[in-house]
């Protein structure tokens, strides 16, 4: 079976050492992957994962990638850890995104004992995994044995979090707390560790860097265990200036008839406020009568 290359959007990306990578992978990618400035593992994306508070906005974006040739994008996963059952406000996303993967349900559900290790440090110490460690988990529900990590790097440097400027106009207004919550810190380094080393220890699997460099390679070993003879080059493409390097804000339409993310949608368009007023002053009406 194939490697699996997961990509996180740390500055150790733009690190690789691109004659570690396996013969023969499978990409993962996660949330604005797309900000890069270079194509850093190429266009091809088996799986891009995203977040249900952005959902409206992040599938718009990775649709249009896809249509517009800047990334093949395969299979894209909604990064999920409850049921949907328990959870109101997941609720129905199928029926406007029906290709999406629901990352839950297909896959971490499958990991039975990993899924009660999330459950219980979720409950009692209120730990949770990030993006990277998700697509990981993910990775080994799906079959993937040889897993190489770029680009994870736990936020441990909050000045440089990022292999790109996120600061971008529309994910600013998409998202505007993240400066603080990256700065204030958000993720748990050493919870991300311990769930990594849970999923080796149980499930057979293999963990190491392409980046030897990173903080990462720190506490899991640099060894590869499936490389033959990976004597080809891997050719960094620089994104051309037209390409997207912000997250997309679809059309009104799309806020009013899901209800997805209203907050963004009044925030971001005085107009649209404007106007959602206007519909649920009309549907007052409409009750009332």
């Known amino acids: 079976m194939k490697s699996a290359v997961v990509a996180g959007n740390g500055s150790s990306l733009a690190e690789i050492d691109y004659s570690l990578l396996p013969d023969d992978y499978d990409v993962f990618r996660c949330n604005q992957f797309y900000f890069e400035d270079k194509y850093f593992l190429g266009k091809k994306v088996k799986y891009a994962f995203l977040n249900f508070s952005v959902i409206l906005e992040q599938y718009f974006t990775y649709k249009t990638l896809d249509t517009n040739n800047e990334y ?21 996303f199928k029926y406007y995104f029906p290709d999406i993967k629901d990352g839950y349900d297909l896959y971490i559900s499958k990991l039975e004992l990993f899924n009660c290790f999330l459950k219980f440090n979720n409950l009692y110490k209120g730990n949770y995994i990030t993006s990277g460690v998700y697509m990981v988990a993910v990775a080994v529900a799906l079959g993937y044995k040889n897993i190489y990590i770029a680009g994870i790097d736990f936020y441990e440097d909050s000045n440089n979090s990022y292999v790109f400027n996120h600061q971008k106009s529309n994910f600013i207004k998409v998202f ?14 050493n919870f991300d560790i311990e769930a990594l080393r849970f999923l080796e220890e149980n499930y057979d699997i293999n963990i190491v860097s392409l980046c030897p460099k990173s903080s990462f390679s720190k506490y899991f ?11 080809k080059e891997f ?33 971001i368009n005085s107009k649209a406020r404007r106007y959602f007023k206007s519909l649920l002053h009309q549907l007052v009406l409409f009750i009332k009568f």
């Open 72 to 92: 093949s994008i395969e299979n894209i996963v909604i990064s999920r850890l409850a049921e949907a059952s328990t959870d109101k406000k997941y609720q129905g």
């Open 176 to 189: 505007p707390k993240i400066k603080r919550l990256v700065k204030n810190g958000i993720h748990n380094k």
């Open 221 to 231: 070993p640099c060894t590869y265990p499936d490389i033959k003879d990976n004597s």
């Open 235 to 267: 050719v960094i493409v620089e994104k051309p200036y037209e390409a997207i390097k912000d997250i997309l804000i679809p059309i009104e339409r799309a806020y009013l008839i899901t209800g997805y993310n209203i907050s963004i949608f009044k925030r």
